[in-house]
């Protein structure tokens, strides 16, 4: 299978082979759905979204399905998915509230009625509609075109794409939506945050990591932990960079990304290299001064920044080096188009981009002090600023919160400033991070 072929061939192909004609459709994560609803929009009978990250109404404009999204109501999210919801003729909001629903949410875990009940109430709606058919399809597993995927239950098809970060995925809703559909859950590299995280550790990002490897410096024969690993995409590569003389364990309380990681090791010879430990970062499975080195990228945002710097910290052996990577809410873009001045500002000011931060994460400079409190010392503390191109899967997701903050004035002006600089290769973004290393005394 070519390693370019889209996403949504991959997913045709997957229609195809289980003899679907036409499926409701579960998901999240844009790019998974995204070619799906503006190639083959008469694939979906109906399209729920849950928590999604951003949408763009453009790519709903040929659907002519029922559509659902759920959003919560906490964070500067809410507001912006409304809007867009809102431009959407066949669309509808349900709120769950008191809820923030960021990437790392478990949603269907945390409400599982509050989804459950009015997601089923839309499906057979839709069904009674359209006379839906009804699939019988084997209980089974399987993978075509880079897809994973596990069929369960009879009834109108109902394809599951992942759920972006959420540790349990669609699992708390299986019984219930395999007792009414033929439920197909998808998964791999191709698909979700797994395939974000996959491409962004294989450019711009990794120049950070690299950075605050070379902190780090480690050595022959150290224990080497990640916390919160994800796909693993980190870790592999560290795996490939200093050889077998180094025992490595991936710790992420996500049990789906998890087996997506030790899938991965498997298919690039790396099984034996990494041991995988279901964890959560605030009470890390680990004993006391067992490695040396402990990193975390992008995962003190997602809890409580302080417990988790505080267990890396009782992992690590006196003299071995904790290294985080946050991103920096505080700090500005860089968005590189011809603008003027005031708009420029408005989209480079701090926390106008990128996801938002769980009660008691850091995504800040806060970071460097919360290292000194910890006791850590010999502290070597940097800014980075990682580009964003066209390859990079956030690269649209960008644009589209860029867009639901600007006027239609000024988003016109938008879109004229980067069919300019596209005419001419040189439209960018480049995102801050933190990075901080130290030493255990």
């Known amino acids: 299978m070519a390693a370019d072929l889209p996403v949504e061939e991959r997913i045709v192909q997957v229609f195809r082979h289980l003899g679907i004609t036409q499926a409701h459709v579960g998901a999240s994560v844009a790019p998974d759905w995204r070619g799906l609803a503006t190639k083959h929009p008469t694939l979906i009978a109906s399209l729920t979204l849950v928590c999604p990250t951003a949408l763009d109404p453009n790519d709903l404009s040929a659907v002519s399905a029922p559509i659902t999204v759920f959003i919560g109501d906490q964070g500067p999210r809410p507001e912006r998915l409304r809007r867009a919801v809102a431009a959407v003729r066949n669309a509808a909001v349900i709120q769950l509230p008191d809820y923030l629903g960021e990437t790392w949410s478990d949603v269907v875990a945390d409400r599982t009625r509050e989804v459950g009940v009015p997601m089923l109430e839309f499906l057979h709606c839709v069904d009674q509609r359209n006379a839906s058919k009804a699939l019988t399809l084997p209980e089974s597993a399987g993978e075509i075109a880079g897809i994973s995927y596990r069929v369960r239950g009879t009834g109108p098809a109902l394809i599951l794409f992942p759920l972006a970060l959420a540790p349990s995925q669609w699992d708390p809703l299986l019984a219930t939506l395999s007792a009414h559909y033929c439920t197909i859950t998808l998964g791999g590299a191709a698909l979700g945050t797994v395939a974000y995280l996959e491409v962004r550790g294989r450019l711009g990002y990794l120049a950070a990591v690299k950075r605050l490897m070379d902190a780090i410096q480690v050595r022959p024969g150290e224990v080497i932990v990640e916390v919160g690993c994800g796909s693993g995409v980190l870790i592999r590569w560290l795996a490939r960079q200093i050889g077998e003389a180094n025992r490595l364990v991936g710790v992420d309380i996500n049990r789906f990304l998890l087996r997506e990681a030790a899938a991965l090791a498997q298919q690039e010879g790396l099984a034996e290299r990494v041991t995988w430990q279901e964890g959560n970062a605030e009470a890390l499975p680990l004993p006391d001064a067992s490695v040396d080195v402990a990193f975390a990228c992008t995962v003190l945002e997602e809890g409580n920044a302080d417990r988790m710097l505080a267990e890396m910290v009782r992992v690590t052996r006196p003299g071995g080096r904790v290294g985080v990577i946050v991103r920096a809410v505080d700090a500005s873009w860089w968005v590189n188009l011809p ?96 990075c901080a290393v130290g030493t255990k005394p």
């Open 339 to 434: 603008l003027r001045t005031e708009l420029k500002m408005k989209l480079e000011a701090p926390g106008r981009l990128g996801s938002g931060v769980a009660v008691g994460g850091c995504a800040d400079a806060t970071i460097y002090r919360r290292f000194h409190r910890a006791g850590l010392t010999g502290l070597t503390l940097f800014p980075h600023l990682v580009p964003v191109t066209e390859a990079d899967p956030r690269f649209t997701l960008f644009q589209q919160q860029a867009l639901a903050t600007l006027d239609p004035t000024e988003a016109d002006e938008w879109r004229s400033a980067v069919a300019e600089a596209e005419s001419d290769g040189t439209f960018f973004m480049a995102q801050p991070f933190h």
